[in-house]
Structure formats: structure tokens, C-alpha cells
T-cell receptor, first 114, second 113 residues
């Protein structure tokens, strides 16, 4: 059973703080993704990674960075949190390779920036 | 850039009725179309997917149809039950590798007993 675990379900931070969101998967997946979920906007891709230390920008990377030092862990970093980054953040993982495979999601982190 | 449009944004049906959610995509090279269900407070979970080499796929009460020429695909739920109430997201893979998905905005389905 695939498990994607996000370290926090709820986070409250102050404007200007540096925020780390952590995601760990236990299926040896090559690909990992960070999405932001807002009502009426669906899931929007922030960053993804297809291998250790490799990263690619998604559709809304501004204000975010990522780190993938180990295959199982993918971190999303808000360098200086702002109120417009208040949202639900979802991590996902999938196998790599030529054949497209299912993305499995974590339970999400609801971040409030005050 | 690539885009997926999803309609309707909300859908209310009586238990036992059918529900249909429609999506259109812009990337003509896209070849994989998953549907995710997200119950309140839970993670999105894949319920069905279709690849571009087939036009229809069915799994019990749910089915997905794909029209590559028109670039649209639809989710059909028959004999709806209250536990089908959730937000449903369609998605299309972005051609070019890495298994990137573009998601629709979601449809909130309410099934009333």
C-alpha cells in the first residue's frame, strides 16, 4: 500500500517567516510533486522532481523553492511567507520511466499565513 | 500553456440518478486522463483513468469516455449513492515526460438521499 506522508496537517505561520513543508513516500518512487489547492482553481503544480537533487518548475513556482536530497523526501520551502500563500498544499509521488503512472497523494497540509 | 477545463463546478443529484462531469483539454499530444475523487478532509484518490488508445473504460458504476478528436473526456456515475458525494477532479498528462498532470478546477457533487 503506497504511503505518502506529509509532516503536518495544519500550520500557522507569520508573514515573513521561512516555512518548510515535508513530504515522505515509502514506495521508492522517482517522481515527486508539490501542488497547491485553492477553491475553484483545482490543483496547481508548484514544483516537481524526477530524481534526487533534480527539480523542475511547475505552473506557479514564484515564492517557493524545493529540496530533494534523498529519494524518499521532497521538501517545499516558502522563503518568506506571505498571506497569499495561505492554502492547502498537497504532495504526490509516482514511479518514473516512459509509461505514465498513477500519482499518489498525501493528506495535505493546510497552511495559514497571518 | 496546457489547460484543462471542467464542467460543471457543482452538481446536485438525487440518489439513484446518474451524474456526468465533462472536461476538455488543450494538449493534443496528451495521452493519459485520470479522475480523482476527494472526500471532505481527505486526500485525492484515483478512481478511474483512461489512456488514449481506448475510447471508453468502465469500472462498476463509473465509466469514462474519451473523444480524442474533440479533445474532451467525461466521467459517468450511474446509480449514485450518498457516499459518491465529493469533489471530483479530471486531469490530463502534459506531453514531454515526467508524468506531469494538469488538473481541472473540480466538480463538487452532492448526492441527496
Amino acid at each position: 500500500d503506497v504511503k505518502v506522508t506529509q509532516s503536518s496537517r495544519y500550520l500557522v505561520k507569520r508573514t515573513g517567516e521561512k516555512v518548510f513543508l515535508e513530504c515522505v513516500q515509502d514506495m521508492d518512487h522517482e517522481n515527486m510533486f508539490w501542488y497547491r489547492q485553492d477553491p475553484g482553481l483545482g490543483l496547481r503544480l508548484i514544483y516537481f522532481s524526477y530524481d534526487v537533487k533534480m527539480k523542475e518548475k511547475g505552473d506557479i513556482p514564484e515564492g517557493y523553492s524545493v529540496s530533494r536530497e534523498k529519494k524518499e523526501r521532497f521538501s517545499l520551502i516558502l522563503e518568506s511567507a506571505s498571506t497569499n500563500q495561505t492554502s492547502m498544499y498537497l504532495c504526490a509521488s509516482s514511479t518514473g520511466g516512459a509509461i505514465i503512472n498513477i500519482q499518489y497523494f498525501g493528506a495535505g497540509t493546510r497552511l495559514s499565513v497571518l | 500553456g496546457e489547460n484543462v477545463e471542467q464542467h460543471p463546478s457543482t452538481l446536485s443529484v438525487q440518489e439513484g440518478d446518474s451524474a456526468v462531469i465533462k472536461c476538455t483539454y488543450s494538449d493534443s499530444a496528451s495521452n493519459y486522463f485520470p479522475w480523482y475523487k476527494q472526500e471532505l478532509g481527505k486526500r485525492p484518490q484515483l478512481i478511474i483513468d483512461i489512456r488514449s488508445n481506448v475510447g471508453e473504460k468502465k469500472d462498476q458504476r463509473i465509466a469514462v469516455t474519451l473523444n480524442k478528436t474533440a479533445k474532451h473526456f467525461s466521467l459517468h456515475i450511474t446509480e449514485t449513492q450518498p457516499e459518491d458525494s465529493a469533489v471530483y477532479f479530471c486531469a490530463a498528462v502534459v506531453s514531454g515526460g515526467y508524468n506531469k498532470l494538469i488538473f481541472g478546477a473540480g466538480t463538487r457533487l452532492a448526492v441527496h438521499p
